[in-house]
């Protein structure tokens, strides 16, 4: 239980099927923040949601791990010029692996969580599938999860419209009904930004813009660490007036590519094999999935390649994509079933 409305309503649902409910809430960061899931009030919501429908309620304190597996690669990722996605980290090494050992332990059943995704379970076979709700679906941040861990999942709400979801809270009560949605990095303050807690931890390095297609330098940022592959905010339009998009980061050598829509669309995205995940059947080489690269973003029709080179050939140009972060791809049918995720090296 976060404290937000989805695992509020997923409690009151369960406890409405009949099964012994208890609440669990995961204090992650121990610094300050006034966004995502961490904050104080996140989890006074949490634990006064659980009073109002009279189960249990335990905080489980995982700070020290969060830190390891999340906070600090992702500064280490940043350091390095690439944008990692601290949420997939979370739930891989967090929410899906620590949180699931001591529900064994303590004798649960199952784990149940708050996140727009179905579960389709074919005989012995579990498959993770998109929630009902386009706008808010999750399976992309669950794109890691293996067939041991969706065996024992729930996601009460994954069948449900959002509207659907703050109804049933209205209608159960919760405080949480009409709470805003978490949009930011739970550990980073909404108030003073990624720049600012960079700066805290590792040293920002300036380097030079350079336009791809002329190799002419056009300008300079003093932190290389915040920009990011694929981005258009703050970089300078070409003589025409064209939008330009960062196409690489070179931290070591000071340098950032851009270049105009056109200069900068790619056809590959290269793939580190070792980080390959398949939630059943590994994909063929030569397969055809649905790639998704970005929580909101659009999918786009890719064939899986794994012959010597671990990649994605994509069937239409698309804007480059930032090394570190991860592609889930999809199976090509309906319902649209999760085959797998990797990270990206480049694109």
Not at 224 to 235: D, P, S
Request: charged residues 25%.
């Amino acid at each position: 239980m976060s404290g937000g409305v989805d695992s509020s309503v997923a409690a009151g649902l369960l406890l409405e099927q009949g099964h012994e409910v208890v609440g669990a809430t995961l204090k992650l960061w121990g610094g300050v923040s006034d966004s995502g899931c961490c904050s104080v009030a996140d989890v006074d919501d949490a634990r006064r949601v659980a009073q109002m429908l009279g189960i249990d309620h335990h905080v489980f304190n995982y700070t020290e791990e969060f830190n390891r597996h999340v906070v600090e690669p992702f500064v280490r990722a940043h350091a390095e010029g690439t944008s990692p996605n601290p949420c997939i980290e979370c739930n891989r090494h967090i929410k899906f692996d620590l949180l699931f050992e001591r529900a064994r332990r303590l004798g649960f059943d199952a784990v149940a969580t708050g996140h727009h995704a179905r579960i389709l379970a074919r005989g012995e076979r579990h498959e993770l599938v998109r929630g009902a709700d386009e706008q808010k679906d999750q399976s992309y941040v669950l794109g890691y999860l293996t067939e041991e861990q969706l065996s024992m999942l729930l996601l009460p709400i994954g069948a449900l419209q959002k509207s659907e979801v703050r109804s049933h809270a209205e209608r159960l009560g919760l405080r949480t009904w009409d709470k805003p949605d978490s949009q930011d990095v739970c550990f980073i303050e909404a108030s003073k930004g990624r720049e600012v807690f960079l700066r805290q931890r590792v040293p920002l390095t300036s380097a030079t813009i350079v336009d791809r297609a002329s190799g002419d330098v056009i300008g300079e940022t003093d932190a290389a660490e915040l920009m990011t592959v694929g981005q258009r905010r703050g970089v300078v339009p070409d003589r025409n007036g064209q939008k330009r998009y960062v196409a690489s980061v070179n931290v070591r050598e000071r340098r950032i590519e851009v270049g105009t829509l056109d200069e900068v669309l790619i056809s590959r995205v290269a793939l580190d094999e070792s980080s390959l995940s398949f939630t059943h059947d590994k994909l063929e080489n030569g397969e055809v999935v649905l790639a998704q690269w970005s929580a909101h973003g659009r999918v786009q029709v890719a064939t899986f390649r794994n012959d010597g080179a671990c990649a994605l050939e994509l069937s239409a140009p698309a804007r480059p994509v930032a090394p570190g972060q991860s592609v889930v791809m999809y199976k090509m049918q309906e319902p649209t079933i999760v085959a797998g995720a990797a990270i990206v090296v480049r694109s």
